[in-house]
């Protein structure tokens, strides 16, 4: 199987993910609340801020897109710098933290693709956020960027991020990896198993790369960094959708339930099983 051709060139220079969030525009602020698999989702990111963020923090949220993450900063006590790569996602950004009342939480709103991070170096930012896979969408160079979003923190602040996950994507998108392997040949999928990238699939409008938990060990490692946390974002709540829907219909055994899927997402057992894998990284000094 060859790696990824021509069409996916302007993904590796950033162009690819601009557009494609430039396009999706207000579809994005869904993702987190249209399923079940969203709710949970952002509920665990939410609590995996809520360990780390304090009131008063100067945060670096990289990746913003339409805010969901930029509110709950805000309802932590953070003061933001909100940025994104796409221009509508910032701009939508605004319009949804204004609506849900936390303008003033917001710094100001800048245009960074994650490549340029360096710029904020020595910054001293309490903490850089990048959640919902910015560093998914690099393609190389995830380590020097990594390297970057920890100079922009003082010593002893903390970088939190999430990437897609390569072997909980495979679980939950079984029945598109079964359609893509009738289609293009069963190679597809080994392709994707061996390297995460989705860049050997033809004809995708969207890609980017999948990452297993070894792999966020090893670019933490490589970044110079060290690891403090490490989460799934998902686990039970990838099952059956009829007790889902049953666990979801009354508040208090939701409530129950969403403190058992979180510590089942934070065990190590579990953090290739998700739709994402979170992290939280330190600085050396
Ligand atoms: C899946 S969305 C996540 C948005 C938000 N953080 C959340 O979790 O709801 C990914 C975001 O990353 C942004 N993005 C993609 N590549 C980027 C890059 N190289 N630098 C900065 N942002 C990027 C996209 O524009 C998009 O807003």
């Known amino acids: 199987m060859d790696g990824p051709g021509d069409e996916y060139a302007a993904w590796a220079s950033g162009e690819g993910a601009r557009q494609y969030f430039d396009e999706i525009g207000i579809q994005e602020l869904d993702r987190l609340v249209k399923d079940v698999r969203g709710r949970v989702s952002l509920e665990v990111h939410l609590r995996f801020l809520a360990r780390f963020v304090q009131p008063g923090w100067r945060v670096l949220e990289i990746g913003a897109g339409p ?29 949804f933290v204004a609506a849900q009342g936390y303008e003033k939480a917001v710094e100001r709103r800048e245009v960074l693709d994650l490549r340029e991070v360096g710029r904020f170096g020595g910054e001293g930012f309490d903490a850089v956020v990048a959640f919902g896979g910015p560093l998914s969408y690099l393609f190389e160079g995830e ?29 939950v998108a079984l029945p598109i990896a079964a359609e893509l392997a009738a289609r293009y ?14 860049r050997v699939v033809p004809e995708r409008a969207h890609v980017c790369r999948l990452f297993t938990w070894d792999q966020v ?69």
């Open 217 to 285: 060990v090893e670019l933490v490692e490589q970044a110079g960094g060290t690891l403090l946390a490490g989460s799934a974002s998902n686990w039970a709540s990838l099952g059956d959708s009829e007790a889902l829907a049953y666990l979801e219909a009354d508040e208090e055994r939701w409530s129950r339930f969403l403190d058992q899927e979180t510590m089942a997402c934070n065990a190590s057992g579990a953090r290739d099983g998700g739709t994402h894998v979170l992290f939280a990284v330190g600085r050396r000094d």
């Open 67 to 95: 805010g969901r993450f930029t509110v709950g900063l805000a309802r932590l006590g953070a003061k933001v710098l909100v940025t994104d790569i796409s221009g509508v996602q910032l701009r939508l950004n605004a319009d």
């Open 143 to 171: 380590a020097q960027a990594l390297a970057g979003m920890l100079s922009a923190v003082r010593p002893g602040g903390v970088v939190l991020a999430s990437v897609m996950s390569l072997y909980g994507t495979w679980r």
């Open 185 to 198: 040949g069963p190679e597809v999928i080994s392709a994707i198993l061996a390297t995460g990238d989705l």
